[in-house]
């Protein structure tokens, strides 16, 4: 472990760190995938000669390298090696596909594409379309006729490149937003938020000597880089990958790496804990686990029943790293509650007016950085979209939040998740967590859908798998909620469905149910003569 200082916090910098750490600790590892291993002096050997090969291919500063593979280390080395040029990388998701996809990569306007064998069929299909004709292929590059292969871009040899004019505020990423409520963005972030960020989660975690982190997080998410890759080589300690997230096998890769430290988003966690119980679910390596979005009935019992410390849920997104945060020494934070804002911020809770509301209300989170690149820095080639996310100095996070009397804040939905009915926002989240605590739900999504009294107010429908072999009908699962939680949680449609639109990392593509909307097999409180008590 060797835990990186820089007296100048304008000398962070991605690349310097590696450099650091392979000059502070040479031999100890950073990276595990599979039964091959890197040291840090590896990982910094393999960067400056992949650097030099970039460089080859024209390379440069401000320019941008995209990627569209799978997790493995060579995609860590090529984003460190983009970043000692002074390059910008920006990963696409795995996922797209056909128009979606040529679209994402041209709107990257990348000076360098790269794939890997398995993606390179997807790629085949849209490489007409694609404006930059610079493709390189990580494994077979005949998968892509005329694509330089990527391990000829290694310069053996190869001396650390020139640092120097390079700051803590300049882009070193373009992360394209998931797209949950709508077409995604390209977020600018620079080498400072990632600091940031990491020694904000690491305080979390209380990371030791010996402490091992494991992540199955697909590398185009933000929440990979935070939470493990760059966690582990500013905090030196090992970082295990493995290519995707495996109910089957998630423990038992734990206990291969000998890892004590991972990440689960969306409803990993959540197919974790609906596996059928065995009585060794806690005998494995793993002692801390952050698993966003952690419903709170589940919680005690999932750390109970895997023998794991599950660490706070704060609140970020690629935008804003670190809104809401725990302090590592704090002891009496609420139930439900994701912390208070970071001191980095001012920040205000407003209504659709711009006001702000009161304890206990929910409200958009607005957030003012105090000092400079703590917050992204603006959306790639939209400067509409940049303005539109701000009101004057304030950044407007989409994110609705309560806050109690002792400045303690409560996620309640994104902005545009939240139903508004007769007058009132009712948070989907909310209502989710309440459908889940009924033993039948495997996973479940609320959502608005157009109401049939007044234009400008939706409807609440919630969408539910059932865990399998289990039976529960639409009006038992209203009575359920009813009797758990307000009235007005009571959805007035209710769905069984066989799967969700989730993305890659289990997130609800919400926008896709909002256009899918109602459908033949839909329940119909109002037609049912269902009615919620008071």
Not at 128 to 142: A, M, P, Q, Y
Not at 406 to 424: E, P
Not at 448 to 472: F, M, R
Request: charged content about 20%.
């Amino acid at each position: 472990m060797n835990v990186l200082q820089f007296e100048n916090i304008e000398d962070r910098h991605l690349g310097r760190a590696l450099a650091l750490q392979a000059a502070q600790q040479p031999d100890a590892t950073y990276l595990m995938f599979g039964a091959t291993h890197y040291s840090f002096a590896d990982a910094n050997r393999k960067v400056n000669e992949l650097a030099a090969g970039l460089a080859a291919l024209g390379l440069g500063r401000g320019d941008r390298v995209a990627f569209y593979m799978s997790s493995a280390p060579e995609v860590i080395f090529l984003a460190l090696a983009s970043n000692k040029l002074g390059a910008i990388w920006t990963p696409i998701n795995s996922d797209y596909k056909g128009a979606w996809l040529s679209e994402t990569i041209n709107r990257s306007r990348p000076k360098i594409m790269v794939t890997d064998t398995e993606h390179a069929a997807r790629l085949a299909e849209v490489r007409d379309d694609l404006e930059t004709g610079n493709i390189v292929v990580f494994g077979d590059s005949t998968a892509l006729p005329g694509a330089t292969d990527f391990n000829s871009l290694y310069r053996p040899g190869a001396p650390e490149p020139d640092l120097s004019g390079q700051s803590y505020g300049d882009t070193c990423a373009i992360l394209w937003t998931s797209g949950t409520t709508g077409r995604s963005k390209g977020v600018m972030q620079s080498h400072n938020v990632w600091f940031n960020a990491v020694a904000s989660g690491d305080a979390l975690f209380g990371t030791k000597p010996g402490d091992v982190i494991y992540s199955v997080l697909p590398m185009y998410n933000s929440a990979a880089w935070v939470t493990s890759i760059l966690r582990a080589l500013i905090v030196g300690i090992p970082l295990a990958i493995d290519s995707a997230f495996s109910v089957k096998h998630f423990w038992e890769r734990v206990d291969y790496y000998g890892a004590t430290q991972s990440f689960t988003l969306g409803a990993m966690h959540m197919f974790l804990w609906n596996a059928p119980e065995k009585p060794d679910d806690a005998n494995h390596s793993l002692r801390k686990l952050m698993a966003v979005p952690m419903p709170a009935d589940v919680a005690g019992p999932f750390s109970e029943r895997f023998g794991v410390e599950l660490m706070p849920q704060g609140l970020g997104q690629s935008e804003m790293m670190q809104l809401v945060i725990v302090l590592p020494d704090e002891t009496s934070l609420p139930r439900g509650s994701c912390g208070k804002p970071s001191a980095a911020l001012d920040v205000r809770l407003v209504n659709d007016q711009g006001e702000d509301v009161a304890d206990g209300e929910p409200g958009e989170l607005w957030v003012r950085p105090k000092q400079p690149f703590v917050i992204f820095n603006g959306y790639f080639d939209a400067p509409e979209a940049t303005a539109a996310a701000y009101e004057g100095e304030w950044y407007k996070t989409g994110d609705m939040l309560k806050r109690n009397a002792d400045g303690y804040y409560f996620f309640s939905d994104r902005k545009k998740d939240a139903v508004r009915l007769k007058g009132r926002n009712i948070s989907t989240f909310e209502v989710e967590m309440v459908a889940r605590r009924h033993p039948a739900i495997a996973d479940c999504a609320a959502f608005g859908v157009p109401s049939d009294i007044l234009d400008s107010e939706t409807e609440l429908k919630l969408n539910v798998i059932l865990k399998p072999g289990a039976e529960l009908s639409p009006e038992e699962l209203a009575r359920f909620i009813n009797d758990n939680a307000p009235y007005f949680f009571v959805p007035r449609y209710i769905e069984l469905v066989e799967s969700l639109p989730y993305t890659p990392t289990n997130k609800v593509q919400k926008f896709k149910l909002r256009e899918a909307g109602l459908g033949p097999n839909t329940w119909d409180a109002a037609k049912a003569g269902f009615k919620a008590q008071r």
